[in-house]
């Protein structure tokens, strides 16, 4: 009852009239009060309800409207009861097909004369428009349905093989809702955004592009504006800050990319990790699960490489920021599948994987002496990456540090959840022992003993950052490539090279091994006021 006013409203704007409206929302309510009906759990009720109500819509589009007659400049289609169209079949589905690729002015102007049988009169009162600005439409409809009938309609390459989304990124803030992917996931909305990434293109043009009729468009066109994955430019057209992977990459300019960067991994080994390892000599207030003060030295060398020592660049990048309607603000990237260019290149050695997930940083609302600090990687053996690192984790540790959640008990289910999730992340061992580590300090404190590294070594390594970054932004459409520039030169040394460092040190015995046990909390600490007994 709740949303009815809203699906009539959504069947409205769908419909040429009040009566096929009706019929729409009707449609519409008896599926979504079917898959209420059928769902156990719903994360997300009114994005639940609108995905029912775009499919039903495409539904109605695809199979109640193919028996409505149409009639275009004296070519009578008769009205059928039945799926009987034998020999006009094709000819119905190409004007109707035709007239949906028709503007959204021609389109209204048409149904209102043939459909509705409406005066010229009337219809240029209804919009506003003069008599002879409605002939002048009409005449054009005609010609354009005409030509429709000669020559098939053009679809796009997306049309044909649309892209596919391996995963997305952001970095920011992506409010109540997910990131780029609650947006982005229906392929649909992931093509209308792709299709505008190399060249801006209009309502009309994405619609040949992917071969989907521009009525069925406009609202995820709508949607995708109003929360910034697509920003009009000139002559309404479209374009995108989103930034999509190349489908294609050199093999060789990736080695080489990693040869520079294991170069500079083994520079700050000798001139810049000694000094961040002394820093974390003054850190008593600390507590570590087993002991091991390397586990917080790797912390502080990973978090020092990977943010303290980036190569300054200036370039506002805030035009790239997409800005929800959730609360979002955020840049996003979705990786495509991507093929060598050179694919009988010889690797000169096998490299492990350098994905990263982080820098991760989480405030607690309700305890605002808790935080967090993280980088999940082939380090950790932590599962789910950002969307698994909650604040509630956090608080959840800290209220069991501070003896609030008492014993897991049938009595109280509600603490028995937290314990539960505290152990399926192995925050808690089976015996109740805290098993990540804690640091009795804000984290702008602990962090702020990490040096920083010098001007002098960063300088060594920025041309050839900068080299490295003009060469990979040819593979970019040029509203991205300041960004893809900024981010390659203050990232060449980042959480990549971070990771070598590690290897370095773990290799050469710097770092005893990791035990499993320690595997949960690499690169992982919280700070609190208190610390675990």
């Known amino acids: 009852m709740e949303y009815m006013q809203k699906l009539y409203g959504f069947a409205i704007k769908k419909a040429y009239s009040y009566e096929e409206a009706q019929e729409l929302c009707a449609e519409i309510i008896c599926e979504v009060y079917s898959s209420l009906l059928k769902a156990r759990e719903i994360i997300n009720v009114e994005g639940y309800i609108w995905r029912i109500s775009e499919h039903t819509y495409s539904k109605y589009v695809s199979v109640k409207k193919k028996h409505e007659g149409i009639s275009i400049d004296e070519t009578e289609i008769p009205f059928y009861d039945d799926y009987a169209f034998e020999e006009s079949d094709g000819e119905i589905e190409r004007l109707r097909r035709g007239i949906a690729f028709l503007t959204e002015k021609r389109r209204r102007i048409v149904f209102c004369f043939y459909y509705e049988n409406k005066p010229i009169s009337v219809i240029a009162k209804e919009m506003d428009l003069p008599e002879g600005t409605v002939k002048w439409h009409l005449n054009k409809a005609r010609n354009e349905l005409k030509e429709g009938f000669s020559m098939e309609r053009k679809i796009g390459k997306l049309g044909l093989s649309p892209v596919t989304a391996l995963e997305f990124d952001h970095g920011g803030n992506n409010g109540s809702n997910a990131g780029p992917e609650f947006y982005l996931e229906d392929k649909l909305n992931l093509n209308i955004v792709y299709s505008v990434y190399f060249q801006p293109r209009t309502v009309e043009e994405i619609a040949e592009e992917l071969g989907v009729t521009p009525v069925y468009l406009q609202d995820r066109i709508d949607f995708l504006e109003e929360n910034g994955f697509l920003v009009k430019t000139t002559k309404d057209r479209y374009t995108t800050y989103v930034k999509f992977s190349p489908k294609e990459y050199s093999q060789e300019q990736t080695e080489m990319n990693l040869k520079l960067q294991r170069q500079i991994a083994q520079t700050l080994v000798k001139e810049y990790i000694p000094a961040v390892r002394k820093a974390m000599r003054d850190v008593t207030d600390i507590y570590i699960p087993d002991g091991n003060r390397g586990l917080l030295e790797a912390a502080a060398v990973f978090y020092a490489v990977a943010e303290k020592c980036q190569i300054p660049i200036q370039e506002d990048l805030s035009g790239y920021v997409i800005h929800t309607t959730a609360g979002g603000s955020f840049f996003a990237s979705v990786d495509l599948e991507c093929r060598a260019s050179d694919p009988d290149y010889t690797w000169e050695r096998r490299w492990p994987p350098y994905s990263v997930c982080g820098s991760m940083w989480r405030e607690s609302g309700k305890y605002p002496e808790v935080s967090s600090w993280s980088a999940d990687s082939r380090y ?138 320690e595997r949960v909390t690499a690169n992982l600490l919280m700070f609190s006021d208190m610390l675990p007994e």
Not at 392 to 405: A, I, N, P
């Open 380 to 517: 950790d053996s932590r599962e789910g990456g950002w969307k698994n690192n909650l604040c509630t984790d956090y608080e959840y540790l800290y209220e069991y540090m501070k003896g609030m959640l008492g014993k897991m008990s049938a009595a109280n289910p509600a603490n028995t959840e937290k314990f539960d999730r505290l152990r399926s992340r192995h925050f808690l061992t089976e015996d109740g022992k805290v098993n990540i580590m804690v640091v009795k300090e804000t984290q702008e404190e602990f962090f702020a003993r990490i040096p920083e590294l010098s001007e002098q070594i960063k300088a060594q390594f920025a041309d050839k950052a900068l080299e490295s970054a003009m060469l990979l932004a040819k593979d970019y459409p040029p509203q991205m490539q300041d960004l893809v520039v900024a981010w390659n030169v203050s990232s060449f040394i980042g959480s990549t090279v971070a990771l070598m460092v590690l290897d370095i040190l773990y290799g050469d015995g710097t770092f005893a091994p990791l035990t499993e046990n």
